[in-house]
């Protein structure tokens, strides 16, 4: 099973509107962290936001903030006041405490969000 | 500038050749992680290292190798390179989390982009 899903190959908003990028998740370990990534066509990978399973407080970083619905197994990404910069793929990420001293992150397939002049 | 350097950014070759990738991580981190981006597996885990040492496995083939040296850098060997093998690999670095799941972003670096022909 997959351990992040995205479900939004792709998503069209027009700028200036709030956008909602969805990502559910599947894990059994009591702590976690979820992470949102933005890769523009350039290709580097931006870190944005971070979300630990036992923060009691949904996360923020400037215009972006995590939904983080923990009996849902959702963090669903949250930009404000969409720019045309804002124009990138999207993954959403987890990582696991599995034992073992491994701690990557596992990512999901990403969406193409595309902002609308 | 996320502080991790990849080299090199582009790299054409031909089938059944070997290649070096090589990432030299974040000041201070001693974590480094490998991952590959194709356009149909998105972003997969390769291997990940630590203070020198190989700390988890993911979906590395068995013609691939990495290792870590003592200055914390890091390389990727692939060798008998299939058309498939075409991608863009990235290198990550974070500081030590140990066991700990619930902290600790990963660096990209910008990716070394592999064409084989």
């Known amino acids: 099973a997959q351990k992040i899903t995205q479900t939004q190959p792709g998503m069209f908003v027009q700028e200036k509107e709030a956008v909602t990028l969805d990502c559910t998740y599947d894990?059994?370990?009591?702590?976690?962290?979820l992470f949102w990534y933005k890769q523009p066509s350039s290709g580097e990978m931006i870190f944005l936001i971070y979300q630990g399973s036992y923060d009691q407080q949904n996360a923020t970083e400037g215009r972006y903030s995590l939904n983080f619905q923990k009996a849902r197994k959702s963090a669903n990404l949250v930009i404000s006041a969409s720019q045309l910069g804002d124009s990138a793929m999207y993954f959403c990420?987890?990582?696991?405490?599995?034992?073992?001293?491994?701690?990557?992150?596992?990512f999901g397939k990403g969406t193409h969000l595309i902002i609308q002049p | 500038d996320s502080g991790v350097t990849q080299t090199p950014k582009h790299l054409i070759t031909a089938t059944g050749q070997r290649v070096t990738l090589r990432c030299s991580p974040r000041s201070g981190d001693l974590s480094v992680y490998w991952y590959q981006q194709s356009l149909d597996q998105g972003l997969q885990f390769l291997i990940q290292?630590?203070?020198?040492?190989?700390?988890a496995k993911g979906n590395i083939l068995e013609r691939f190798s990495a290792q870590q040296f003592p200055d914390l850098h890091s390389e990727l060997n692939l060798s008998s390179l299939e058309l498939g093998d075409s991608a863009l690999y990235f290198c990550?670095?974070?500081?030590?989390?140990?066991?700990?799941?619930?902290?600790?972003?990963?660096?990209f670096g910008e990716g070394s982009r592999l064409t084989v022909l």
């Open positions: 290292y630590y203070n020198g040492e190989e700390r």
């Open positions: 894990t059994s370990d009591p702590s976690y962290g």
């Open positions: 990420a987890m990582r696991e405490n599995s034992g073992g001293g491994a701690d990557g992150l596992t």
């Open positions: 990550a670095s974070s500081v030590a989390v140990g066991t700990s799941a619930a902290s600790g972003e990963l660096f």
